[in-house]
């Protein structure tokens, strides 16, 4: 509590506290002196009285005179402080008396009663008479002086006693108080004189403070007070100082800022007007690659889209080689023009990537088979190993997948003298709906040493830097193939070893696609036999699981005479082998001494299919008589492979396909583009698959024929002269919602490859868009997407004769029932009694599901009985069962016929087949 006290109370309690303690012990002190003085006088002055009035008693107690008693009595009360007054005789009987009655009377049975006895209010004295009393009075006296005569009692009051101490007690009473008094106006002067000088330096520091450096303290009027005083001055001189120079420091600064403000802002002007330049510089560049991309691209998709139709015209084998040739050199021109694109896009991060199915196994063969010819000028091995727990149906950006593989596997023949080549595909996690894959390409070249894989992925960076380096290359591939890597969300990283190799690997996590049914070994080779010969031992391994996932059963053997005498061996026994590969170079087996021994094979019944590297292609063509059919070139595509060994087998026999579902009528379609090439191929592609083609060259002859016809589908070119693609689709939908009509689906073909360009394209009224070059499958897949119509494969020389209708195949063909169980009878009869014994149950699911309106369970029903005629010769009920479920599909009013049809071809088999339904 003393702490919280300021000077002020401080002083007060310092001076007042003390005083005031002196001053009450003194004042009580002295009262009580006076108090016992004057209750001495008290005392002294009654036993005055009583030895007084003793002598004046005597002679009147003697004669017994009562009236005199009496008198002296009442006189004695004019006496201060008398109260009463009684005269007793010796036996203490009242003789006389004056005053009120006694307070202390004394009992009359006390021998001796005390002399003095005083309380609060009064104090009583009882003296005795005696007769020596008589001597005082002039009255003679006897012989015994001692004798007793009476007694005197007298009280005295103390209410006077009291009174004058009362008074006194006020008097110092008062007197303390003025002393207090006049002692706290003396602090309160001297705490004044002390706060007064301590506010004026509380109030200096807070202007100071608050930055009013320039407040003085004036003199204190203490020496104490006054060298504070000076001290505070003095502090505040040396802050005004030191604030006039941060003042100047901070002026000159300021000067100096803005001086460098303005010429940053000069320079922000002209960054700018850089900026601006650099961003037309950027936007002619972005549109010189989008124009030449077309420019290219356009007569690219004709040399494709025709050669494409080319091949499926009559054609000698050489012919279709140099057209398969024709067609590989295209794609290598586009897949440099993409990498030249590819490398903008990516520095200006505007590179999307796409996300459709692809066949992993076909990717990485395909990207082998067109780096083939480099790798055989230096008698490289190519390998591709996909172990078989691999996912193969994908879905990504294949084509940006396969730039990689090429890069890498192209890095790895330009590295790499002598050996081989393995490019392998593994499963490393798997889920539901996606895979992680971990693919590696590994040679056995120069590999790397430290320093050079540090700068392996920075741009315009090579292995072997020096002067006389035989690989030629920008340095730019394994950068745009890590760009693309990390933004497909994988990694990419090398393992080198210098003198022994190098592996690059990546790895990617995919979704899963629809598996494709096409990847099922093909029925006419299921169960076979085939042998293999391949001196190369990683070539023979890969070979051998190549056929085996065909279905095949393999044998392997490293020399072709024991492969002969094997095949000889087994032709009459139960596994005989009907099928030979043969891996061989000009060295193993010269040209001239190959068909021999083909022929040999043939007489023992096996049929041979030979593989070399495609450096020697060329020197067996012209020794073979049919070369298309028994010559491969290394290395061997599984799924081409399978055909041809199919094809070895059963020459003269359309294998099953799953083909596009028969159209309930012919879309109409509109062909819109000014090159000549590139319109005579769309509109060739889609009569062959049984549309109704419509063309125009140019923006205002489609507009014209939009508004005179109805077309499910219109195909619009992007960049034409006078009213381009833009434009053309702007004015249709104008035209659409003035008349009120619902808008024609648009889809834009263009060789644009910006990734903008998408976006402009929809934004525009287009509804989709397809990137030249386009193929049949793209085309049928966008015309089903947008009409619901879907397309047939059609030959040309059957382009306008209708389909053959389903009530004109026969019921049941027994010779398709055993090609499809691949020859063998008992198969063919266990698969056609399954159909039969649950057809009954079939068709009454069908009639069901049809009168309750079940529309999916009827789907279900019948796509499970189009299922099970796939493996037997039934083609009417096939038939019946494929225009059904095409039909359901797309809600066609025809389905009700073609569900009665379904019905009747399911009676017509079991009557035929004699089975009761």
Not at 676 to 698: F, K
Request: a negative charge; one cysteine or more; hydrophobic letters at 40%.
């Amino acid at each position: 509590m003393f702490k919280e006290l300021g000077i002020k109370g401080r002083v007060l309690m310092l001076t007042l506290l003390p005083t005031s303690l002196l001053a009450l012990v003194l004042g009580g002190y002295f009262t009580w002196v006076q108090l016992s003085d004057l209750q001495a006088q008290l005392l002294q002055r009654g036993q005055m009285i009583s030895e007084q009035l003793a002598p004046l008693a005597a002679p009147a107690l003697l004669r017994g005179d009562t009236l005199l008693l009496q008198r002296i009595a009442t006189q004695t009360l004019e006496q201060p402080d008398v109260r009463a007054v009684s005269f007793l005789s010796a036996e203490r009987t009242r003789m006389a008396h004056a005053g009120p009655s006694m307070l202390n009377q004394i009992a009359s049975g006390d021998d001796m009663p005390p002399a003095l006895r005083s309380n609060q209010d009064v104090t009583h004295f009882l003296l005795p008479v005696l007769e020596n009393h008589l001597s005082l009075s002039g009255e003679p006296r006897a012989d015994d002086s001692t004798r007793l005569l009476g007694w005197v009692e007298l009280e005295l009051s103390h209410h006077n006693t009291l009174l004058s101490g009362y008074r006194s007690l006020l008097t110092s009473l008062l007197l303390i108080a003025t002393g207090l008094i006049v002692t706290a106006l003396l602090a309160l002067r001297m705490s004044r004189s002390i706060n007064e000088p301590l506010r004026r330096i509380k109030h200096s520091v807070a202007k100071l403070k608050d930055g009013h450096l320039e407040t003085r303290l004036p003199p204190l009027g203490s020496h104490e007070l006054d060298e504070l005083a000076s001290g505070i001055n003095r502090m505040a001189e040396v802050l005004q100082n030191a604030q006039e120079e941060l003042q100047h420091s901070i002026d000159q600064a300021t000067e100096d800022v803005q001086q460098n403000l303005e010429t940053i802002e000069i320079q922000n002007i002209e960054l700018d007007f850089a900026r601006k330049e650099a961003l037309e510089a950027s936007r002619i560049k972005s549109e010189f690659l989008a124009n030449m991309s077309h420019e290219i691209r356009t007569p690219l998709n004709g040399i494709l889209g025709f050669t494409n139709l080319l091949q499926k015209s009559q054609l000698t084998p050489r012919q279709q080689d140099y057209l398969s040739t024709i067609e590989k050199s295209a794609g290598s021109l586009l897949s440099i023009i993409n990498e030249i694109l590819d490398f903008s896009k990516i520095e200006a991060g505007k590179l999307v990537l796409e996300s459709i199915p692809f066949n992993l196994r076909d990717l990485l063969q395909d990207t082998l088979t067109i780096l083939a010819p480099a790798a055989h000028e230096k008698q490289l091995e190519l390998l591709c190993m996909v172990y078989r727990d691999t996912p193969l149906a994908l879905v990504g950006d294949s084509l940006r997948l396969k730039q990689i593989l090429t890069n890498l596997v192209s890095n790895a023949i330009k590295f790499t003298r002598e050996g081989s080549i393995v490019m392998r595909a593994m499963l490393e996690d798997e889920s539901a709906d996606r895979v992680q894959l971990r693919i590696s390409v590994q040679d056995t070249g120069i590999g790397l040493s430290e320093e050079d894989l540090r700068a392996l992925f920075q741009a315009f960076s090579q292995a072997d830097n020096s002067l006389s380096r035989q690989a030629g290359g920008t340095g730019l591939g394994l950068v745009i193939s890590k760009r693309l890597i990390e933004q497909m969300g994988g990694e990419i990283g090398v393992h080198s070893n210098p003198g022994h190799g190098s592996e690059f690997w990546i790895t990617l996590n995919l979704p899963k696609a629809r598996d494709d049914a096409e990847d099922l070994p093909r029925p006419p080779l299921l169960g076979r036999h085939a042998a293999i010969l391949e001196s190369h031992e990683l070539s023979r391994q890969v070979l051998q699981h190549q056929l085996e996932d065909c279905g095949l059963q393999v044998s392997v053997f490293a020399d072709l005479g024991q492969l002969i005498e094997a095949v000889a061996a087994a032709r009459h026994g139960t596994q005989p082998i009907q099928l030979a590969v043969l891996g061989i170079t000009a060295q193993v087996l010269p040209p001239e001494h190959l068909g021999e021994r083909l022929s040999v094979l043939e007489q023992h019944g096996c049929k041979a299919v030979a593989l070399c590297p495609t450096t020697e292609q060329a020197l067996y063509h012209q020794v073979l008589p049919d070369a298309h059919s028994q010559l491969q070139a290394k290395p061997a595509c599984t799924r081409k492979l399978q055909h041809v060994l199919a094809e070895l087998i059963s020459p003269r026999q359309t294998y099953p396909q799953t083909n596009p579902p028969a159209p309930s009528r012919a879309p109409r379609v509109l062909c819109v583009d000014d090159n000549p090439a590139n319109l005579l191929l769309v509109q060739t592609l889609l009569d062959d698959m049984g549309a109704r083609v419509s063309t125009a060259d140019n923006g205002y002859q489609a507009l014209e024929l939009a508004k005179q016809e109805t077309f499910d589908l219109i195909f619009m070119d992007v960049q034409m002269p006078g009213m381009d693609g833009r434009q053309t689709t702007e004015a249709i939908r104008q035209w659409e919602t003035k008349q009120g009509q619902s808008p024609v689906p648009i889809v834009a073909l263009t060789a644009h490859a910006l990734a903008n360009e998408k976006r402009a394209l929809l934004q525009s009224g287009l509804d989709d868009y397809l990137s030249k070059p386009i193929g049949e499958r793209q085309l049928a897949q966008v015309v089903l997407k947008w009409t619901g119509l879907a397309l047939r494969h059609q030959g040309p020389e059957r382009r306008h004769q209708p389909p053959t209708a389903s009530h004109e195949l026969s019921v049941l063909d027994a010779a398709e029932g055993l090609r499809l169980a691949a020859g063998k009878a008992d198969l063919a009869a266990d698969m056609l009694s399954m159909l039969l014994a649950g057809l009954a149950a079939d068709r009454q699911a069908i009639r069901q599901a049809r009168e309750s309106g079940e529309l999916k369970a009827l789907i279900e029903r019948i796509h499970r009985l189009h299922g099970a005629t796939r493996y037997c010769g039934v083609p009417h009920l096939r038939a019946a069962c494929q225009r059904s479920e095409t039909l359901l599909k797309q809600n066609d009013p025809a389905v009700h016929s073609a569900l009665d049809e379904l019905d009747a071809a399911i009676e017509r088999l079991a009557s035929e087949a004699r089975f009761d339904v």
